[in-house]
């Protein structure tokens, strides 16, 4: 799922090329994306686009006479950004959108269609599409910190609760929770004085980081290799590779239709997290410690 990193690039890209501009016309190729009824998608038509945003994960198109297009790219969703008038993938896409200076393309891999396009009138209405999280890049450490206390769960579920935080999934809580050098399953409710400092610096720190990095990526041209695994990345997709700290091998932790990719050399202090699916397979034979991991792989240990 595209990210707050993510989507600031994406909001950089679409600026330049659709903010001044008139929107022709939206071409739906799924008739499943458009999850509004009022006003009517062609209420759109023709107006010029006065503000380009975000609220949470969601992108926000701002038109004239207060109408907004808010796009929920979910996890499998993308953008493309083509010469006007361009054709609609067969597959994968899912609508045009139709500008003077071009058009945007939505599409969505996979057979889930889960991406959605809201048209809204009103900041009110707008309002009543934002989770509520804070944005942690503005956030000072008080106003994180309260926000941290207000609930006591893990550390991967608080970070990625769109009600708490704003923008953070399951790659980036990875990322930042490493950089913390804190378990993602250490309860809020736990921390030391010292550890919500450090998450929250670690918070500010990666996502500042890597939208930079995407940015200096996408140079002028439009972001297309927008993606929750990249080769950079110290632990997310990282299963059974060495830490780049430590050297210790990532480690995976599958729960729901989640996963959280940890180290544990330098955020479980050595402990294995039990995976729920296996350990209940594996039982006893389940490696605590790195130390019996180690063992168990053959010609390591020795």
């Known amino acids: 799922m595209p990210e707050l990193p993510d989507l600031e690039v994406y909001l950089d890209a679409l600026e330049p090329r659709i903010l001044g501009e008139k929107l022709l ?3 739906l190729a799924s008739p499943f994306l458009l999850r ?3 006003p009517p998608l062609d209420a759109a038509r023709g107006r010029r686009v006065v503000d380009v945003g975000r609220l949470g994960k969601r992108i926000v198109i701002g038109l004239e006479e207060e109408l907004f297009l808010v796009l929920h790219l979910m996890i499998a969703g993308r953008l493309r ?5 361009a054709v609609i993938p067969k597959r994968s896409g899912l609508a045009a959108f139709d500008f003077t200076s071009g058009t945007l393309l939505l599409t969505e891999a996979g057979s889930k269609k889960r991406a ?3 048209l809204v009138h009103g900041e009110e209405a707008l309002a009543a599409h934002d989770p509520g999280g804070i944005d942690v890049l503005s956030a000072d450490l008080g106003r994180f910190v309260a ?3 207000r609930e006591n769960h893990t550390l991967k579920r608080a970070l990625t609760d769109p009600q708490l935080f704003s923008g953070i999934g399951n790659a980036y809580s990875d990322e930042i929770l490493h950089r913390a050098a804190l378990s993602p399953l250490k309860q809020t409710h736990r921390l030391s004085a010292d550890e919500k400092e450090r998450l929250h610096r670690a918070v500010r720190e990666v996502l500042a980081e ?3 990095r995407l940015r200096a990526e996408a140079g002028d041209g439009f972001p297309e290799k927008v993606t929750a695994f990249r080769p950079q990345m110290a632990v997310h997709g990282k299963h059974s590779e060495p830490c780049p700290v430590c050297g210790a091998p990532v480690q995976r932790l599958v729960y729901a239709q989640n996963e959280a990719n940890y180290c544990p050399g330098c955020q479980t202090d050595g402990r294995i997290l039990a995976d729920r699916a296996l350990s209940r397979l594996l039982k006893a034979d389940w490696p605590r410690t790195l130390e019996e ?4 792989v053959p010609g390591r240990g020795k």
Do not use: F, I, M, N
């Open 210 to 212: 890597w939208t930079e």
């Open 36 to 38: 509004s009824v009022e």
């Open 147 to 149: 926000v941290l206390d």
């Open 293 to 296: 991991l180690e063992r168990r």
């Open 25 to 27: 016309g939206v071409r």
């Open 116 to 118: 959605s396009l809201h």
């Open 81 to 85: 950004w083509r010469p006007a008038d």
